[in-house]
C-alpha cells in the first residue's frame, strides 16, 4: 500500500489544478510506519517515480513539503541509481492505434465508445462533449499517418484541448467520475480512457507513428512534463548526492548538475573478463518469417541449448510469441526442456534480476524502430542538452542508440557470474558483431570479449584435445 494518497484538487485563486498528497494513515501503509521511525533506519529507498511526485506537490502541498522536509533532514545522503530515469521518468507513452498486419487495436475507437457511456449517464457533459472532439481529432491524425510507411512525429497544437486544460474545474470532476465508474466496473477501457484524459495536464503533447522492423505499425501519444522540475531540485539541494547508472548516459551530465566529481569505479570483481559474445549470425533474422530463416533460428537454439540450461532472449514480444509458436513442434520437446528463461528484451527480468544461468541466446536486434524519439530530441535540442552542431535528427540517433546499447548490456549482464569466477557465454543471432563493439567503446568500463562462432568452435576444439 502506498503511503501517499493523490487527489487532484482545483485552486480557484490561481486557477491551476495541483496534485494534493496526504499521508496515507493506515497503520498497515509500509511507507508511513518508515516516516514515523525514521531513525530506527540506515537507508530509505524510494522509486524515482514517486520522489518526482513528492517533489511536484510539495510545490503547493503542506502536508507533501512536511513530508519531504522529513525525509531530507533524516538523511545524509541521496543516492539516485540508474540517473538517466530523472529525465526520463517525466515522459509517458501509451497507444493509440496498433496494427500488426493481422489485427488491429483501436484504443481511440473504444475511448469514444467509453465516452457514451458516460455521457448517457450525466446530462451536464458539455466538458466530456469537448474531450471527445479532442478524441476525434487524434484519430484523424491517426489516419493521415496511415497513409505513409515512414515514422512521423508531430506535436498536438493546444489549440486542439485549450478548452480541457486543467484550469477548468470541469476536469476534477471528470476525473473523479472516471475513477468511481472504473473502482465499480474495473473496465479496462476507462483505464486508458484516464491515461489519455491525464495526458492533456501534460506540458507538452507528441502524436507519433513507429513502423518497428517486422512491419507492425504502432501510434502512440507521448505526454511530456517539465523535464527540468527534479535536476533544478537537487542542484538547490543543501546535500551531497550521487548519481550512478551502469551505462554512461546520453547527456553530459555537466549541463544538468553542478560541481559533479566523475569517478570511475569501473569492474572490481572482473565480471567482464569471465564473459564472451559469440556471433552467429549477423542479420536480423526476423524481417520475414520465411521457411530457411526459422530453420535457422531453430538449428541455433537447437546447437547452443542441448548441452546447457540456457536463457532465451527474443527482440520483442512479438518475435517470442512467433518463437514460441515453433517451439511448439513435438520434435523440439527437448530444446523447450533446455530453455529455463524464455523472454523479450526490456522485460523486467532482463533487468536488474539476479540469475544462475551462465548462458545467453540472443535473438535479434536491440535497436527500437527509427525515430522513436524524436519528439524527446526536439526537447532535448531546445533545452540546449547537445551542442549546436546536433540537428533533431542527430539527436534522435544519439538516443536510440544509447537506448539499444544501454538495454543490450543490461540484458547480457543477467548471465555474468558477479563474482567474476565463472565463465558465462552470450550467443549472438541477429547483429553484427562491429556495432556490439562500438557499443562497449562508448561505455568507459571493462567490457567483454566479442568472437566469432569460428573462433569459439576453435577454442572448444582445443580444449577438448587438451582433455584427451
Not at 76 to 92: G, M
Not at 134 to 156: A, G, H, P, Y
Not at 211 to 238: H, K, P
Not at 266 to 293: E, L, R, V
Request: glycine content about 2%; charged content about 30%; some cysteine.
Amino acid at each position: 500500500m502506498s503511503g501517499l494518497i493523490e487527489k487532484w484538487k482545483f485552486n480557484k485563486n490561481n486557477q491551476e489544478l495541483e496534485l494534493e498528497i496526504k499521508r496515507n494513515r493506515n497503520p498497515k501503509c509500509y511507507f508511513q510506519k518508515v516516516l514515523s521511525e525514521l531513525e530506527s533506519y540506515d537507508i530509505i529507498y524510494l522509486s524515482t517515480q514517486k520522489f518526482k511526485v513528492l517533489i511536484n506537490a510539495s510545490k503547493h502541498s503542506k502536508e507533501a513539503r512536511k513530508m519531504l522536509n522529513e525525509l531530507i533532514q533524516w538523511c545524509d545522503l541521496i543516492f539516485f541509481d540508474e540517473c538517466y530515469h530523472l529525465l526520463s521518468v517525466n515522459f509517458k507513452e501509451m497507444d493509440l492505434f496498433i496494427d500488426d498486419g493481422k489485427k488491429q487495436i483501436d484504443i481511440l475507437s473504444e475511448a469514444k465508445l467509453t465516452i457514451e457511456k458516460l455521457q448517457d449517464m450525466h446530462t451536464d457533459s458539455g466538458f466530456l462533449n469537448d474531450f471527445e472532439q479532442f478524441i476525434e481529432n487524434l484519430q484523424k491524425k491517426v489516419k493521415e499517418m496511415s497513409t505513409t510507411t515512414k515514422s512521423i512525429c508531430m506535436k498536438i497544437s493546444e489549440m486542439d484541448y485549450n478548452t480541457l486544460k486543467v484550469g477548468n474545474s470541469d476536469f476534477v470532476k471528470w476525473y473523479s467520475i472516471m475513477i468511481d465508474y472504473f473502482k465499480k466496473t474495473d473496465d479496462i477501457n476507462i483505464k486508458q480512457l484516464v491515461k489519455l484524459f491525464l495526458s492533456i495536464s501534460a506540458k507538452n503533447i507528441y502524436i507519433q507513428q513507429r513502423i518497428s522492423f517486422d512491419g507492425e505499425r504502432r501510434v502512440i501519444l507521448a505526454s511530456v512534463d517539465d523535464i527540468t522540475s527534479m535536476t533544478t531540485w537537487i542542484n538547490q539541494l543543501n546535500k551531497p548526492f550521487l548519481l550512478t547508472d551502469a551505462v554512461k548516459p546520453p547527456i553530459n551530465l555537466d549541463i544538468l548538475f553542478d560541481n559533479l566529481i566523475d569517478v570511475n569505479i569501473n569492474d572490481p570483481m572482473g565480471t567482464a573478463k569471465k564473459q564472451s559474445i559469440i556471433i552467429c549470425q549477423q542479420y536480423d533474422p526476423f524481417y520475414q518469417w520465411s521457411k530457411p530463416k526459422r530453420e535457422y533460428v531453430i538449428n541455433f537454439i537447437q546447437k547452443y541449448s542441448l548441452e546447457k540450461e540456457v536463457f532465451l532472449v527474443s527482440q520483442s514480444i512479438n518475435y517470442k510469441k512467433k518463437l514460441n509458436y515453433f517451439l511448439k513442434d513435438g520434435k523440439l520437446k527437448e530444446i523447450k526442456n533446455k530453455i529455463r528463461i524464455n523472454t523479450y528484451q526490456r522485460n523486467p527480468l532482463t533487468i536488474g534480476v539476479k540469475s544462475d544461468l551462465r548462458r545467453m541466446l540472443c535473438i535479434g536486434s536491440s535497436f527500437i524502430p527509427r525515430h522513436s524519439y524524436d519528439y524527446i530530441a526536439e526537447i532535448y535540442k531546445k533545452l540546449g542538452y547537445f551542442s549546436e552542431k546536433y540537428n533533431v535528427q542527430n539527436i534522435s540517433n544519439v538516443l536510440e542508440n544509447h537506448e539499444a546499447r544501454q538495454t543490450f548490456f543490461q540484458t547480457i549482464s543477467r548471465v555474468k557470474d558477479p563474482f567474476g569466477k565463472i565463465q558465462s557465454e552470450v550467443f549472438v543471432f541477429g547483429m553484427k558483431g562491429d556495432v556490439i563493439s562500438n557499443w562497449f567503446k562508448q561505455l568507459g568500463i571493462a567490457v567483454p570479449e566479442i568472437i566469432s562462432e569460428k573462433e569459439y568452435k576453435k577454442r572448444i576444439t582445443s580444449f577438448s584435445d587438451t582433455l584427451e
